[in-house]
């Protein structure tokens, strides 16, 4: 679940954070209604808490499921249909983040790629992207950490995971010691994700 929602939040929410980005004022799409109108919509989803939203859009995640999987309906409910809510979900807040990261770039050095001839392509992939790899990479780790926090209500539509483990077992059964146990190896995991972010952010970072 978390793989696919990540691979899925990274490739949509780049695209939705490089928009917002670009449509504001003074940049190279500028346009204030449709940023406006996108600004709205990732805001309105980000709004949903998590457990909301996966009841919320169950209906969809279903049919798209149904229709990926050839009209199995032993595929309504599990880890892909989870997968689905987590990747709404991860889209939008991604999406911010990597706004964030394209607005710290200076813009002097947007002008002197301008200046140079560049295209909006070049800008965009040589300019934009290059110079907020660092942020992205280390927005990218909050992101699945997120995405690895959310999946615990996956149980709920029958995602499985850990989460789901701790809360069937060790909460509803009463058994503390698998509680403990997928507690400190979520922690394990969160510790190990954040060690390797931070290693690939001080890498690429140039500055």
Same mark, same amino acid.
């Given at each position: ?103 710290? *770039?200076?813009?002097?050095? &947007?002008?002197? =790629?301008? @200046?140079?001839?560049? +295209?909006? $392509? %070049?800008? *965009?992939?040589?300019?934009? &992207?290059?110079? =907020?790899? @660092?942020?992205?990479? +280390?927005? $990218? %780790? ?10 615990? @209500? ?54």
């Amino acid at each position: 679940m978390v793989i696919i929602a990540t691979v899925i939040a990274v490739l949509f929410g780049l695209a939705i954070g490089i928009c917002l980005h670009l449509t504001n004022p003074n940049q190279l799409w500028k346009n204030k209604w449709a940023n406006k109108t996108l600004g709205t919509l990732v805001d309105f989803l980000r709004a949903f808490p998590f457990v909301i939203l996966m009841v919320a859009i169950s209906p969809f995640s279903e049919s798209l499921i149904n229709v990926l999987s050839g009209n199995n309906p032993t595929a309504f409910f599990g880890t892909y249909t989870a997968s689905v809510a987590l990747s709404v979900a991860a889209i939008p807040y991604f999406a911010r983040l990597v706004e964030q990261n394209l607005r710290e *770039i200076p813009k002097g050095i &947007i002008e002197a =790629a301008q @200046a140079m001839g560049a +295209s909006n $392509t %070049t800008i *965009i992939f040589r300019v934009l &992207i290059t110079e =907020a790899r @660092a942020g992205i990479v +280390s927005s $990218t %780790t909050v992101l699945i950490i997120s995405i690895l926090s959310y999946s615990a @209500a996956a149980g709920m539509i029958g995602g499985g995971g850990l989460g789901d483990l701790a809360i069937r077992y060790g909460y509803n059964r009463y058994q503390t010691d698998i509680m403990i146990a997928v507690v400190v190896l979520l922690s394990i995991i969160v510790i190990m994700i954040q060690a390797l972010g931070n290693f690939i952010t001080r890498k690429i970072d140039k500055r």
